[in-house]
Each structure stands twice: as structure tokens, then as C-alpha cells.
């Protein structure tokens, strides 16, 4: 058990002993009793030294532990607390740890679709009620984008059990591009989320390539028991690492791609980098920039260029940038 551990073990032991006022308590009764707390906790004997316990009291009186607690030695022997009503466990919250307390609750709550933070639910009501209970109600300043009309957000926990339990799922899909629905199984590695979207990825088999599937897109959700799930040591983190988004074409190589931005949008591209391999190529006189990058282009790269209209400019590679001149040509189009 690590020192930390112990310590708090200490101190909620001696919090609990100072707040029964109908005995008195030496400091031997308090070193015998933290043993003993010790001891439940471990099995094995773990004796407290008389030291250890001085300091405990030291520490639990100062503001190093946020505690301030008013223990008292009277008759140059017996510890108690000064105010009978005092406990480390219920100390007053200031205005900033309100403040702090009331948007991380607020941010906890966007997650409900988790059965990881149902857990914690009744734990984060007990919350509410204690800052609502010192402050009055206020509106939160702090809001995660999301979208709470999105299809398939019912499906987050399912999924996640599955992939924790390490099940097969059985899903009756229909892609944007299907005209029918599909049924088969499928071996989930992990859940992510991009552009305010969620993916399952995973694999329909073994000897298949890692896909995604979009939860908006997903009909049903039944478990196919009789399989055998694919153990693959998927790294999401490597997998990820050259693509900007949720399609990774395997097949393809990262390519060296150069854009130009303007000087009204370089401090924004600075400052939220497109992707971890962007660098500064060339910074120029009116201030635009050239930006390099190395990726597997796929639609969502395609996508975030094309947002930026004609405030970005892509120099290479050659096959890219007639990419992007036929799709703003055709976009043209629509305007005439």
C-alpha cells in the first residue's frame, strides 16, 4: 500500500476518533487506533509510530492539507476537536472551488450515455446539491460541442461493454451508400469520436482490414455468442497517427503535402496545427505562410481544406491540388 494511502488512512482514523466527544483520546489511543485501521486494511500487522502520529496532528491542524482541523490538547494530554461539529470530511468550499466544481459537473454530465459515468451519477447529483446548497444556481460558462439530435448516441454503452467484455456484435447497418440494410458481425477494438461524430472501429473478421462504421448509421445491435472474438493488440494511437479524422486507407503511403494560407487565417493554423507533422516552411512578408505536413490523405483532410474556400492554396502534391481545382470548379457550378 503505497505512503499516500496510508496517510489518508491516518488522518480519516484520527478525524473519526476526535469527532466521538464521549471518550477522551491520548495520543497513544490514537496511534493504537490508526494501527489498527492499518491493519483491517492490509492483514498484517503495521504498527504507527508515536512520531507519525504527531506529525498527522501537525499536518490535519495546517493549510497544507486544505484542512485548517482545530484539534486541541486540554489537560496537557487529551486531544479533541475545538469545534464538536468539525470534520475533515465536510469542509466549507470556497467560491473558486464553487466555481471549479459546477463546470466540471456540468462537462461530466455531456457524457451520460456511458454506463462509466452512470456509475458516478448519483455521486455527481450529491455534488450538485452541495454547491447548489452554498451558491445559487447559475448557468454554465464552459460547453463542449455536441449534438444532442444525433442518431445512434443509444448505442455508445452497448458498444462500449462489448468492447471491454471483448464480444462479437452482430449489426444491421445501412451506410450512406447502401440502398439496403446489412446484417453481419463484427469485432470492435475501441470507440472514437471525430467532428462531433462517433465511429466504431474494429473488424468483420479476422483476415479483414480494420474499418469503421458511424453509430448514426447502425440499425440494431444483437451479440453473436458462438464466435470467437479477434485478439489483435490494436494500436489506436499508432493506427491514427498519419490521418486527419476516422479513415485510414491502409493501402495508401503518408505524402509530403505543402499548402499556402493566407495572412488573415496563419495565426489560427499556428496556433490549432491541422496535425502534429505541420511545420512552417516559409513565413512571408505579408504575412501569409507556407505549412507542410505529412499525411494519408483521405476525405476528412479533403474536407478541411475545401472549408477554408480561398483562404488556403494547395501546392503539392500536383494529384491533390487537381483534386481541389475540379471540386471548386463543380462547386462553381452550383452558383451559376
Excluded at 41 to 61: A, C, F, H, P, W
Excluded at 100 to 112: A, D, G, I, N
Excluded at 170 to 182: A, D, G, I, V
Aim: glycine share 2%; hydrophobic share 35%; proline share 3%.
Amino acid at each position: 500500500m503505497s505512503q499516500n494511502k496510508n496517510a489518508l488512512i491516518r488522518y480519516k482514523t484520527i478525524d473519526k476518533c476526535l469527532q466521538n466527544q464521549y471518550r477522551t483520546w491520548t495520543l497513544e489511543d490514537l496511534r493504537n487506533a490508526c494501527s489498527e485501521a492499518l491493519f483491517e486494511y492490509e492483514g498484517k500487522e503495521n504498527s504507527v509510530s508515536k512520531r507519525t502520529t504527531q506529525l498527522d496532528i501537525q499536518l490535519m491542524r495546517s493549510e497544507k492539507l486544505g484542512y485548517n482541523a482545530p484539534i486541541v490538547v486540554y489537560d496537557r494530554k487529551f486531544y479533541k476537536y475545538e469545534d464538536e461539529d468539525y470534520s475533515i470530511t465536510d469542509i466549507p468550499l470556497t467560491e473558486t472551488d464553487i466555481n471549479v466544481l459546477t463546470e466540471t459537473v456540468s462537462m461530466l454530465k455531456q457524457f451520460k450515455d456511458f454506463s462509466l459515468f452512470s456509475d458516478v451519477s448519483d455521486i455527481l447529483q450529491r455534488l450538485e446539491d452541495k454547491i447548489y446548497a452554498e451558491k445559487s444556481h447559475s448557468q454554465p460558462v464552459i460547453y463542449l460541442d455536441k449534438n444532442d439530435n444525433l442518431k445512434g448516441l443509444h448505442f455508445l454503452d452497448v458498444l462500449y461493454q462489448a468492447i471491454i467484455k471483448k464480444m462479437v456484435v452482430r449489426l444491421t447497418y445501412k451506410s450512406f451508400k447502401s440502398r439496403e440494410e446489412q446484417t453481419f458481425n463484427f469485432h470492435p477494438f475501441i470507440l472514437k469520436e471525430f467532428n462531433n461524430r462517433w465511429f466504431l472501429v474494429g473488424k468483420k473478421k479476422a483476415s479483414a482490414p480494420v474499418s469503421n462504421l458511424a453509430l448514426d448509421r447502425i440499425v440494431a445491435i444483437d451479440f453473436d455468442f458462438t464466435l470467437p472474438y479477434v485478439e489483435e493488440n490494436f494500436d489506436a494511437e499508432q493506427f491514427y497517427k498519419d490521418v486527419i479524422g476516422v479513415t485510414v486507407n491502409q493501402g495508401n503511403r503518408t505524402q509530403k503535402i505543402q499548402l499556402w494560407i493566407d495572412r488573415d487565417n496563419a495565426p489560427y493554423i499556428i496556433t490549432k496545427p491541422f496535425h502534429h507533422s505541420q511545420k512552417i516552411v516559409n513565413q512571408e512578408e505579408n504575412g501569409s505562410i507556407i505549412i507542410s505536413l505529412d499525411l494519408k490523405i483521405n476525405n476528412e483532410f479533403e474536407r478541411l481544406v475545401l472549408g477554408f474556400g480561398n483562404c488556403i492554396k494547395v501546392l503539392s502534391p500536383e494529384n491533390l491540388q487537381k483534386r481541389m481545382i475540379e471540386k471548386f470548379r463543380l462547386a462553381l457550378e452550383n452558383y451559376v
